[in-house]
Nanobody
């Protein structure tokens, strides 16, 4: 069992920045993938960025160059630095985790979600 606790999020004007954090605890193997999904009202949940333990970051095209994902494996924590935010980035952001895999297509665990609202 793995627990994910998110922090960060909030309201920001377009062009601004926010940082999300997600700390994992529980039975965490050395090989895993952590990252972030988001879901806007009326839309499907979509993968924003993920990073496997010891691997490279992966991003959806619409956030490349603006968002940066990073990990502190010693703390089992993943971060999402979001810069140059746009109103289209408005969504509930969910931390996601998968054990024994280097991709995050079907997460095993989800965080509680944190609202990110970007005003124009």
């Amino acid at each position: 069992q793995v627990q994910l606790v998110e922090s960060g999020g909030g309201l920001v004007q377009a062009g601004g920045s926010l940082r999300l954090s997600c700390a994992a605890s529980g039975n965490i193997p050395s090989i895993n993938a952590m990252g972030w999904y988001r879901q806007a009202p009326g839309k499907q949940r979509e993968l924003v960025a993920f990073m496997p333990s010891g691997g490279r970051a992966n991003y959806r095209d619409s956030v490349k160059g603006r968002f940066t994902i990073s990990r502190d494996n010693a703390k089992n924590t993943v971060y999402l630095q979001m810069n140059s935010l746009k109103p289209d980035d408005t969504a509930v952001y969910y931390c996601a985790y998968k054990s024994w895999r280097v991709v995050l297509d079907t997460p095993d665990y989800w965080g509680q979600g944190t609202q990110v609202t970007v005003s124009s």
